[in-house]
C-alpha cells in the first residue's frame, strides 16, 4: 500500500476469531503508514443473509485486500468471478483455485491481482516422491488406481479394481499441465505437509514424555487424551523453522505474485517479488514494478485514494467527521509556500524571501531604491535642477541688477538669503535619491528641515519688517529701535538655532539609520532612512508649521498697502499655497509605502 501510494483500500475477512484478529492487526499498521480503511466485509458463516447488501459499495475505492482461507472465501470468490468486476485491483493471499472462478466471461475479473504465497523451503524429498510416484511402484495405496484413472484415462482390470490397464507407461504426475496437477509444492501443500509432519512428531514427542514419567505397569499401554497433544504441537518447529501458530507467521516471508489471465485461461503467477519482514528497514519490500500487468481498465499504476492529491502551494484540511485520508486542498497563505506533494503544513519564507506565483518556491528577494537611473529618479532630479537652476537665474538678476532702486527697496540682504534658502531646499530633495548610507540618512532630515526653517524665517522676517514700516503709527522707542538697528533681520539666526538645537538633540538621542521594508513591494526588499526618533521628527515639522503661521499672520495683517507695495500680498499668497500643499502632503507621505 506504502509503494503505491494506495491510502484507501477495502479489507474484505472472515468473520471468525482469525479474522477479528486480522482485522485489529490492520487497523494498527495501515494507522501507523497513514493508510484508511474505506470499507471492512466480514465474510459471514451464513453467506445468504448477508449477501443482498455486500456490494453498496465496492466502486468507493480501486483496491481491496481479500485475506483468509479458501474454504471461508471461496462463495465470495466465485461471486466476484460471476459479477464480472474488473474495476477493482485485487490483494490477497490465496494463490490455488483463483482462476476457477471466472469462467463466465470473456474477461477475467481477477486479472492482474497481486497475491502474496508464504516462502516456504521447497521439500525436494518431497517433490521428488510426487514426480516418481505411481500405482505400480505402490500397489497397496488404494488411492493412486483412482487418480491415474481420473488423470490418465486409464481403465480398471475386470479382475482386480486395483490394477490398471491401457495406461502411458511414461505416465507420471510430472507430465501433467500445471493448472491440471501442479507437482510444485502449493501453500495449502506445505500446510498439509506441515500438519501431518507436526502431529506425527507430536505423539511421538508425548509417548517419549509419558514413557519417562510413568512407565508400563502390569502390562498395560498407556492412554492418550486429545488436548494433551495441544502443548507438545504449540512447542514444535517444522522443518523449515516455522511455528504452527498462525498469529505468529503473519510477519513471514512472502513471495509476491501477479495473476496474468488475459488472454482467458492463460492462469500464470509471475513471481514480480518479495516481502521479507526480517530484512532491514528500507530492504524489506523488492518490486519488479515494470511487469505487473493490472486490470484492463487502468493504463499505469491505479490509484486509490479518499482525495486527490494537493499539489506544491496546497495544504490538506482535514474533512470533519472523515478519515485522515479524506481532505481538501486549500492554498497557502500569503508568503506561505508547500513545496511537497500532500502537505499537512506550509511553510513561510523568510523576511529575505518571498513565494513565487504558484507558491512552490522562495526566491531571495531583490534590493530595492529610488535610483538615479531610474525614470521616477531621473524625473525628480530632472525636476529639483531646473528648479533650482532657475532660482540661480534670479539670483543673477538681483545681483546684476542690485543698484537699482526696485531691488534696494525690497530687503536686499533677505532677499539674497532666501532665494539662496530656495535654491538649497530644491537640491536637498537629491538626498532622497539614490542608495541611502548612513550620511544620506542624517543629511536627508538635517538638511530638510534646517533649509526650510531658514526659508520660513526669511519670510516672517520680510512681514514683519512691511507690519513696521506701513503698519506703526506712532512707533515707540523699542519699535524705532528695531527699524534703526535691523531688528527683523536677527530673526532669521534665532529660528535657525532654534531647529539646530532641535536636530541636534534629535541626532544624539535616536538619529535616522538605514532600514529594510520587505513587505510593501512584492519580491522586492526597500532600502529606506529611518527616521529614529518619530518624536523628534514630527517636533521640527510642528515648528515649521508655528514659523509657517508666524510668517501668514505678518503678511496677512500688511496686506492693504499701496499698489507699489504688494510684497506682502505675495508673501500671504506664497504662505496660503504652502499651507495648502502641506495639509495634501503629509497625509499622502505617511500612507504611502515603497518608491511610488
Partial sequence: MVYFRWSWVGLILP?????NKILSDYREEMERQRVCIAFVKMIPATWTSYFPRFWENMNETNVIIIHGDIDSLESLLRNIGQRLLTRNVWVMNIERHVTEFSDYFMLDSFHGSLIFKHNYREKFEFTKFIQTVNPNRYPEDIYLPKLWNLLFKCSFSDRNCQVLDNCQTNASLDILPSHIFDVAMSEES??????VYAVAHSLHDMRLHQVQMRPYENGEGMIFIPWQLNTFLKDLEVRDNRSLNWIQTIDAEYDILNLWNLPKGLGLKVKIGSFSANAPKGQQLSLSEQIIQWPEIFSKVPQSVCSESCGPGFRKVTLEGKPICCYKCTPCAENEISNETDSDQCVRCPESHYPNTEKSN?????SSFLAFEEPLGMALASIALCLSALTAFVIGIFVKYRDTPIVKANNQALSYILLITLKFCFLC????????NTAACILQQTTFGVA???ALATVLAKAITVVLAFKVSFPGRMVRWLMISRGPYYIVPICTLIQLLLCGIWMTMSPPFIDQDPHTEHGHIIILCNKGSSLAFHAVLGYLCLLALGSYTMAFLSRNLPDTFNESKFLSLSMLVFFCVWVTFLPVYYSTKGKV
Fill in 15 to 19: 468473520d471468525d476469531h482469525k479474522g
Fill in 429 to 436: 530633495s537629491l538626498n532622497f535619491i539614490g542608495q541611502p
Fill in 362 to 366: 522562495c526566491y531571495q528577494k531583490t
Fill in 452 to 454: 526650510f526653517t531658514v
Fill in 190 to 195: 506445505i500446510s498439509i505437509y506441515n500438519g
